[in-house]
């Protein structure tokens, strides 16, 4: 029988929710439990593809090229726990399920409701991630308690219980246990309030995993306990890790979590547990032996999230070549602010993410421009090879209003444009070419000497493609495709002849890059900035 456990957040947003989650997942695949994670989010919109960046941080791919939140890629970089589109669920989309069978008379002239309706459909999606080999599905609900939109998600998770037995589901809350410093005290109230809220919708948490600056005392935790009506020792405390992220599991496990959950589920088949490498991972992390400096440049630079998966990647691309990588965040946007050119020219690689419409394109082709010169380590992703095919037009071949037509439609030289199976696209929510596609690598290249074989597959998420019908002229003028879809039609890898490390991608391998597993381009681009360096 699989067993259901529930994270849901109080007191404030922001507290690693989806870290935690996944965090959990990885302790107990490691105890040998085969484990499903899920993410359900509050928002009316389908999926988060439609946001921007600016609201709720990247837009994470799946293979099957479901858009999702960027809290699924915390879960793919802490476990193994394959993850489709039942992997995450919106109130648009529960509403879309639930409208679409009133239109089609599934509810058999009912009126249709909140509850039980819509909260079915919730119990539903929860539901679809059981199987006979599956131990444990972990699911995280978005927002935090007390926000109205949430309620019918919670009134699932507690009907849950009821379906498939208490003994089967755990509730995990988590909350914020803050550090007054005028009267140098944690504070337990906060979280007893939100522990109330919970119980006013019927919710008894049975583990609560307090988010804390400082230890929390034995008191303190008493007081917790007492007042929220749970045990002491489910009272567990999260200290901030300032040092890295890959930190969290390894505090969790010193308070004993994974045999907590084991023993209120009631789990007999787990293993003892084994980290050897992820402890091995963060040695390397507190022990590099060499220092390099990365630019990312984008427009969404002040915000930590848009690039999320970037970061982490470059994190993991450290890890392999044994470097520590500080990340310059440059704005596109203001590449002629102060230093910001000089600082351009000495960092030791250059990488320009994917996006989405015109703002700051220009900068993005004049960072481009000063990697392909000065032969700067450049890894260029999705939006970052079509704008390194724009700068080689422009400056190289001649071409000056070399564009993609996502900016200039009427360009004379449209090197990035759409292909067929775009044209005539309208609706903006799910219609990119998306997920897990192949590609073929060409012999002698930077690319294929990374990933050591010839045939990959990488997740995409764009609309634009480099123009075919150019491919002869950049070949020719030195700019090769070295990577195609199977079929050999479309470029999905250029990189540039007598250039250390000039590599652009139409996909992004971000997303399929794990501590434990960094991605071979990312590891290719951290050691040849090792090598510029030195
Ligand atoms: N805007 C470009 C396109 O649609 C690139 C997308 C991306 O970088 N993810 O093709």
Known sequence: MTKHIFVTGGVVSSLGKGLT????????ERRGLSVRLQKLDPYINVDPGTMSPYQHGEVYVLDDGTETDLDLGHYERFTNSPLTRWSSWTTGLIYLRVIEKERRGDYHGKTVQVIPHVTDEIKSCIANLDAPDVDVVITEIGGTVGDIEGLPFLEAIRQYSLDVGKENCLYIHLTLVPFLKAARELKTKPTQHSVEKLRQIGIQPDLLICRTEHTISEEDKAKIALFCNVEKKAVIEEKDKDFSIYEVPLGLLENGIDQLIINKLRIDKAKTINL???????????????????????KYAKHRDAYKSIYEAIIHGGIAENAQVRVLRIDSEFLDRG???QDLMKADGILVPGGFGERGIEGKIRAIQIARENKIPFLGICLGMQCAAIEFGRHVLGFEDANSTEFSADTQHPVICLLDEQRGVTNV????????????????????????????????????EFNPEYRERYEAAGMKVV??????????????????FFVAVQFH?????????PHPLFAGFIKAAVEHKT
């Open 21 to 28: 989650s996944a965090s959990i997942g990885m302790l107990l």
């Open 483 to 500: 990577g195609t879809s199977p079929d050999g039609k479309l470029p999905e890898v250029i990189e540039i002849d007598g250039h250390p």
């Open 509 to 517: 391998p971000e997303f399929k890059s794990q501590p434990t597993n």
């Open 339 to 341: 230093d910001t050119l």
């Open 276 to 298: 050897d490498d992820w402890r091995e991972l963060l040695l390397r992390l507190r022990n590099p032996k060499h220092d390099v400096t990365i630019a990312v440049v984008g």
């Open 429 to 464: 929510g799910g219609t990119l070419r998306r997920g897990a596609q192949r590609a073929t690598l060409r012999e002698n290249s930077i690319a294929l000497n990374c990933y050591g074989k010839q045939e990959i597959s990488e997740r995409h998420r764009h609309r634009y």
